[in-house]
């Protein structure tokens, strides 16, 4: 089993609603991302945060907004998505940046 | 523009047999590469990493890595039906560009 947990599993949001995902690890990992991924296609990094602080933002647009209030804690802030933005969501963690990253179960969104 | 390349398959093996995927990168410089594992609906899964140019076997598990030819394999020996799934090769450049770089993963099925 996974040791970076994700809530929820599965959200269904319409465009014009405010959701919220939610990721932690309690490996004393520094390191913590998200992705999202197409199907058939490998993860896309959206953000990384490096001792709580982001340290990758890979033009994301703004409807996706994270926030990491502790080192064990990993939000992403979703509002007014668009259909398209409906995909796997998947947080990962590493003990830091560079090091092997490990991926929690992840969310399925799907925007109507 | 840093790639990783993988054959997508679908890639079949009788079971038994050894399975054998591979991937290439374009960055001569990359230190670290990842074999990651793939249930069809599920989040990624960590099964190999290596650093150094060689082989690293664990179980029913070699990984294979030649920086010369900027190059690393996964062998599965003695293929199970329970590793039918999308392999995806991760690299890490390293050198202060800590981005995962993943392909586009090989859908393996092993035929009973």
């Known amino acids: 089993d996974t040791e970076v947990t994700q809530t929820p599993k599965h959200l269904v949001m319409g465009m014009t609603n405010k959701k919220s995902l939610k990721c932690e690890q309690h490996m004393g990992h520094r390191a913590m991302y998200w992705y999202k991924q197409k199907a058939k296609k490998p993860p896309e990094l959206m953000f990384v945060?490096?001792?709580?602080?982001?340290?990758i933002n890979e033009s994301v647009p703004s409807r996706f907004s994270p926030e990491c209030p502790n080192s064990s804690l990993l939000n992403l802030h979703l509002h007014a998505l668009q259909p398209e933005d409906s995909a796997l969501y998947l947080c990962?963690?590493?003990?830091?940046?560079?090091?092997?990253?490990?991926f929690g179960e992840g969310s399925w969104l799907t925007v109507v | 523009q840093k790639e990783v390349e993988q054959n997508s398959g679908p890639l079949s093996v009788p079971e038994g047999a050894i399975a054998s995927l591979n991937c290439t990168y374009s960055?001569?410089?990359?230190?670290?590469f990842f074999w990651y594992r793939q249930y069809s609906g599920k989040s990624p899964e960590l099964i190999m990493s290596i650093y150094s140019n060689g082989d690293k076997e664990d179980g029913r598990f070699t990984a294979q890595l030649n920086k010369a030819s900027q190059y690393v394999s996964l062998l599965i020996r003695d293929s199970q039906p329970s590793d039918s799934a999308t392999y995806l090769c991760?690299?890490?450049?390293?050198?202060?560009?800590?981005?995962?770089?993943f392909g586009t993963g090989t859908r393996l099925t092993i035929i009973p």
């Open positions: 960055d001569r410089g990359s230190q670290s």
């Open positions: 991760a690299v890490n450049p390293g050198g202060g560009n800590e981005k995962l770089t």
């Open positions: 990962a963690s590493s003990q830091m940046e560079g090091n092997t990253i490990y």
């Open positions: 945060y490096s001792y709580e602080k982001l340290s």
